[in-house]
C-alpha cells in the first residue's frame, strides 16, 4: 500500500526535473515542443508530494504511443490517457513513485491549465503556504488513503485555480 507523503521543499527536486526532462526530450527529438516542471515539487519553498511532475508538450499525442518502450526502457510504466482523454500518462517508481509524467499536444487547454496554476503559486506565497499547510494535514490525516487526501485539496484547488484563471 502507498502512503501519502509531503515534505517540505527540496531543491534536488528541480535537478531531478532536468535529468527526466533531458532523457524524455532525447526520446520524442523534434516531436516535443517544450517541458515543464509543474506540480507542487516545480514551486520553490512549497511542501509537496517527492514526486517529480513533467507536462511535456508533444506537436501530437499519437507519437507518444510509438515510443511507449522506449519510455519502459527509463523504467516509466505508461497508463495511457489514465482518465483523461487527449493526455498520455506515465509514471515511475511503482508504491514508491517518483515521476508523473502528463503529455498533451500542443494547443491542449490542460497546459495553459497546468502553468497558469503553477505560475499563479509561485506568485502568490500566501496560498502556496496554505496549500502546503492542507497537503501536510491531509497527509498526517490520511497516510494511507490517497482518495481522502485528494478529495480534501479539492474545495482549495478550485479556488486557487479559478484565481489563475486571470493569469491565462
Known amino acids: ?31 516535443c515542443i517544450e517541458i515543464h516542471h509543474i506540480g507542487s515539487t516545480s514551486i520553490e519553498g512549497m511542501a509537496a508530494k517527492p514526486v517529480i511532475d513533467i507536462m511535456p508538450v508533444v506537436r501530437e499525442i499519437e507519437s507518444v504511443d510509438r515510443v511507449i518502450r522506449e519510455m519502459e526502457k527509463l523504467g516509466y510504466e505508461s497508463k495511457g490517457e489514465n482518465g483523461l482523454p487527449g493526455r498520455r500518462y506515465f509514471q515511475r517508481g511503482g508504491d514508491e513513485r517518483t515521476h508523473h509524467i502528463h503529455i498533451y499536444a500542443e494547443g491542449n487547454p490542460e497546459v495553459d491549465r497546468h502553468l497558469a496554476f503553477r505560475n499563479y503559486l509561485r506568485q502568490n506565497p500566501q496560498e502556496e503556504e496554505e496549500y502546503g499547510m492542507l497537503k501536510k494535514k491531509l497527509a498526517h490525516d490520511f497516510p494511507y488513503d490517497i482518495d481522502q487526501y485528494i478529495a480534501g485539496k479539492e474545495e482549495l484547488v478550485a479556488r486557487i485555480e479559478k484565481n489563475a484563471g486571470g493569469e491565462i
Do not use: G
Open 1 to 31: 500500500m502507498r502512503k501519502v507523503t509531503v515534505t517540505d521543499y527540496q531543491p534536488e527536486w528541480k535537478r531531478k526535473f532536468q535529468q527526466a526532462a533531458k532523457e524524455i526530450k532525447q526520446i520524442f527529438r523534434e516531436e
